[in-house]
């Protein structure tokens, strides 16, 4: 498989996802607003009980957010979906299918260049929050925190992706994804640690919690750079991890084979 014209549809995807810059600031922007009301939640649970949570206190607790504001945009698709979907229902992959290039590769490249210029436009407002919080924040000592977490943060958005490319592939099915994707996002977004860190659930909580794919998505990376996995923990949640990562790359990859089996060409 040659690169040379996947690496042609990134720089594409690139110019073209650039055209909504200002669509993506504000987004972050505005994204910020949750984060405030978070802060004054968290303020006024610590003030009302006094003492820590499970290892947080107000100040861990902030920096946690942070982190996951930060790992949210380097990692979760935008809009993806959609847009697969609207390739398959109005038959804009025809074109590709005539094509040698497989399309799978071929929407990793436009993530790519999605989050790219994501990241770039989204940098301004983040860092800024983080700058404002900065009495909070404290910086793992071993460089190998960084390596691992980063690891678990690359792996966390191939699983987004190909979660994500799966869910879009239901539009060979029916022509309406939407009710599904918002059903998966709520899971992932109470179960993947962006409404509360994970660890802070009873011990059967997380113990089941931890076999499953939206542990790994955005609370997995976080914890790791916090310090929260280590030892045999962290060794544990790399695995499983790097499992659900299999088992979502082969999810992807059948959910394709099977669509095409149902697919219907029109338009395009």
């Known amino acids: 498989m040659k690169i040379d014209k996947y690496i042609s549809v990134f720089n594409i995807g690139l110019q073209n996802t ?33 003492g820590g949570l499970h290892g947080y206190d107000y100040g861990s607790m902030i920096y946690y957010y ?30 590709l299918l005539t094509k040698p290039m497989s399309y799978l ?16 436009v989204t940098l301004l407002p983040i860092a800024l929050i983080f700058i404002y919080f900065r009495h909070y924040i404290a910086l793992p000592d071993q460089a190998m925190t960084y390596v691992l977490a980063s690891i678990s943060m690359v792996m966390a958005a191939l699983m987004q992706f190909f979660i994500t490319y799966s869910l879009a592939m239901m539009a060979f099915w029916i022509l309406e994804i939407s009710t599904i994707v918002f059903i998966v996002y709520s899971f992932e977004y109470f179960l993947g640690g962006q409404m509360f860190p994970i660890d802070i659930m009873p011990d059967a909580v997380q113990a089941v919690m931890k076999w ?3 542990y790994y998505e955005l609370f997995c990376p976080v914890a790791i750079f916090l310090g929260r996995l280590q030892g045999a923990a962290l ?19 059948a959910m394709w084979k099977r669509g095409l089996g149902h697919y219907q060409a029109v338009g395009g």
């Open 18 to 50: 650039f055209v909504y810059r200002w669509n993506y600031f504000l987004r972050a922007l505005f994204g910020l607003i949750p984060l405030a009301g978070t802060v004054f939640l968290w303020r006024a649970i610590f003030k009302e009980r006094g």
């Open 66 to 95: 942070l982190l996951t504001l930060l790992v949210s945009n380097l990692v979760t698709p935008t809009e993806d979906e959609w847009q697969i979907a609207a390739d398959i229902r109005e038959g804009q992959i025809n074109s």
């Open 105 to 120: 590769a071929y929407r990793f490249s436009i993530f790519m260049s999605g989050r790219l210029v994501y990241t770039f």
């Open 212 to 214: 499953l794919p939206f």
């Open 235 to 253: 060794a544990e949640a790399l695995a499983i991890q790097s499992g659900w990562l299999l088992l979502t790359w082969a999810a992807a990859r």
